[in-house]
């Protein structure tokens, strides 16, 4: 493990828990959208385009020899959005997006003069491993984002340490409902991948956690019945949606065959809250009149400086963005290893 670099990924502050996040109305919106609108696709077939795109997005790294592919990562968590591009595109829920409360919640973990809503998604599922490798979210850079870089390219630049001046400053307020038997709770770094993770656990109807993901190894806890953890049939096509025939239940069909049927009790539902923070006025004016931004040319520029100022041997790609023996060249380089302790796995037995 990079030591060092391992040491950049702390948050601002400690993440702040509060209870009943959203009120009983505003959950009974939220999930009503989710039934209503779905399949829903699996996270991993909507954000990578190679296994290399998505080992550069977390920690650690593929053993010698091994040639990885998508379907070594799969795991049964499906994701939507109720906003695009800073707009609520739900209106039945308007008042989840435009949301007063955590808008002066992510201003006071930053201590911070502005904020403004910038998305907000949902991920659901069922019984499930612990959901993928500790990893960060995805952060901004002022003239990169989502709309217009894959997140292995930020979270690589954010790994580099190169690009501190231009990255956005962001919180997330995470909300969990989740009754089931086994696990299903937060699982976080808050002093870095080098240190004691802590465990926010489940049952978690409506809390949550003021957090800066950017900055944050964190991961779910394992959640569910052993037996149905990766329901036999799942594939990158695979999708979840609300069983038409079980009264709150949920379904993941893959071609259109039903591979699993969820029961109300293990269905995990997360939703996740962004805003854009900023100090000042200043800092404000600098985004929005886009003074300071930063290019894709110019990010790689930066990358290949660094990556031949620390003696590696390379052929600069033709297409940098989707050449794997580069994207897995900067896995390598700036990767900071996997955290050195984890909790111990929930017990089903324990359970009752």
Request: charged share 25%; proline share 7%; hydrophobic share 40%.
């Amino acid at each position: 493990m990079d030591i060092e670099r391992a040491g950049l990924f702390r948050p601002v502050a400690e993440p702040r828990i509060i209870e009943n996040a959203y009120t009983g109305d505003q959950h009974r919106r939220m999930l009503d959208v989710v039934r209503r609108n779905g399949p829903w696709t699996l996270i991993l077939a909507q954000h990578f385009k190679s296994a290399e795109e998505l080992i550069a997005t977390t920690a650690g790294s593929v053993p010698e020899g091994v040639t990885p592919t998508l379907d070594m990562f799969l795991s049964p968590v499906f994701r939507g959005y109720f906003s695009y591009g800073g707009v609520c595109i739900r209106p039945e829920i308007e008042d989840c997006f435009h949301n007063t409360k955590f808008l002066g919640l992510v201003r006071d973990y930053w201590k911070a003069a502005y904020a403004e809503p910038e998305g907000m998604l949902f991920n659901i599922q069922g019984p499930c491993a612990g959901a993928g490798a500790p990893h960060v979210d995805a952060t901004r850079f002022r003239g990169m984002g989502l709309d217009n870089t894959p997140i292995w390219l930020m979270n690589t630049m954010t790994k580099s340490g190169l690009f501190k001046r231009w990255q956005a400053r962001k919180a997330q307020v995470v909300t969990w409902y989740y009754r089931g038997s086994v696990g299903g709770g937060f699982v976080y770094w808050p002093d870095g991948p080098h240190a004691q993770p802590r465990v926010l656990e489940a049952p978690m109807w409506g809390r949550a956690a003021v957090v800066e993901n950017e900055m944050m190894y964190h991961t779910a806890q394992t959640n569910g019945p052993a037996a149905m953890r990766k329901p036999a049939g799942l594939a990158l096509d695979s999708v979840m949606e609300a069983d038409p025939d079980v009264a709150g239940g949920w379904r993941i069909t893959t071609g259109g065959k039903v591979i699993q049927q969820i029961p109300e009790r293990e269905f995990r539902f997360l939703v996740h809250w962004g805003a854009n923070v900023y100090m000042n006025l200043e800092e404000l004016k600098m985004s929005r009149d886009h003074t300071d931004d930063i290019t894709h040319e110019t990010a790689f520029e930066m990358l290949i400086r660094d990556l031949r100022a620390r003696g590696e041997r390379f052929e600069v790609p033709g297409d940098p963005m989707t050449d794997k023996a580069f994207i897995a060249l900067l896995t390598r380089v700036y990767d900071v290893g996997l955290p050195l302790s984890y909790p111990p796995e929930p017990e089903e037995a324990a359970a009752a």
